[in-house]
């Protein structure tokens, strides 16, 4: 039986995948697919579907980037979980970040095997200048690095080379 870090950290990544999976359905069933709301002269709810990674990376490809995206998200999901399983305790910050990409990859992930395809609908623009469309998945992911990248150049808590008092990892 796993223990009780390991399902607060799986319950977070449990936590991220409903909510992904629930404001896709929603917006599956709300907005008809290549349309948008608009929303505030910045915001539109749009509807799409990308057969690509970040930023529709290799979208125009010819099929294989499905099952190739598929088995990334699967083979990082059992790295990410490794890691939580190995972490130490007062890692809190590490396990946090690792849960948040843990949750985003399993609901692409999921979105790849359902469709073939990642459903997007968060599209945020200015003027001419439009940023591409993700959803609540593609924000975990990044909001799990950008802890993950704190975690590592702000070591706050660890043990410093120059003597400061601080508990290690």
């Given amino acids: 039986m796993p223990d009780r870090r390991m399902i607060r950290w799986l319950s977070i990544a449990g936590l991220v ?8 359905m929603w917006i599956e069933h709300a907005i008809a697919p290549g349309t948008s709301i608009h929303v505030w002269p910045v915001f539109d709810l749009v509807h799409v579907h990308n057969t690509g990674a ?32 190995r972490a130490a305790r ?52 990044t909001c799990g690095a950008a802890l993950l990248l704190v975690d590592a150049f702000f070591p706050g808590g660890k043990s410093r080379t120059d003597g400061s008092q601080a508990a290690t990892r």
């Fill in 17 to 24: 995948v409903v909510a992904d999976q629930t404001t896709k």
């Fill in 54 to 85: 970040a930023f529709s990376f290799l979208a125009d490809g010819s099929g294989w980037q499905r099952e190739f995206f598929l088995l990334v998200g699967l083979a990082a999901s059992v790295w990410i979980v490794w890691m939580l399983a």
């Fill in 90 to 141: 007062d890692q809190v910050m590490f396990c946090v970040a690792l849960s948040l990409v843990l949750g985003g990859a399993l609901g692409n992930v999921i979105d790849r095997i359902r469709l073939g395809a990642v459903v997007d609908f968060l599209h945020f623009h200015w003027g001419p200048h439009s940023f591409p469309a993700f959803n609540v998945a593609d924000s975990a992911i």
